[in-house]
């Protein structure tokens, strides 16, 4: 697409200068207008004092680092596994818990047999189906560890 730029578009550039100040504006954006879902910061607090936590996103390292960093979140991960650490990204399978906001996401947690968590900030607890449980925010962290433990 973005090779298809230079010739509707004379003198922007090639694709891939074109798709480098894409990213960079995206990073830059991502990170200042990021929120996070209420109590999503206490609940990773809580939970990596009893077990290791991983970060797996098909986002790239160069997207989440920055938000990680911003809200001091990145000490609390043993692991960040992102679109450059796997060569089948989602929906493959592998093991772990999953609170997952996207369609795509619980069908990887499916696939994997792990037990899913729909967050329904962004779809319907029925767009997410089926899951072992849902939550719409992380401000109830007992229920959290209770779903967990």
Do not use: N
């Not at 090639?14 to 209420?38: F, H, N, Q």
């Not at 986002?59 to 000490?75: A, F, M, N, T």
Request: charged fraction near 30%; aromatic fraction near 6%.
């Amino acid at each position: 697409m973005c090779a298809d730029l230079e010739t509707v578009w004379p003198g922007a550039g090639s694709a891939e200068d074109l798709l480098r100040i894409k990213r960079g504006r995206y990073r830059r954006l991502a990170v200042e207008r990021c929120e996070l879902t209420p109590g999503v910061a206490e609940a990773i607090e809580r939970l990596a004092r009893r077990s290791p936590l991983a970060v797996a996103t098909s986002s790239s390292l160069g997207d989440i680092e920055p938000i990680l960093q911003r809200y001091e979140l990145r000490g609390f991960f043993t692991a960040i596994l992102t679109i450059e650490s796997v060569e089948r990204p989602k929906p493959d399978p592998s093991r772990c818990w999953v609170f997952e906001d996207s369609p795509r996401g619980m069908e990887a947690a499916r696939r994997s047999g792990a037990r899913a968590i729909a967050v329904t900030t962004t779809f319907g607890s029925d767009a997410l189906a089926p899951h072992c449980a849902s939550i719409a925010d992380f401000l109830d962290a007992d229920r959290i560890e209770t779903l967990l433990f």
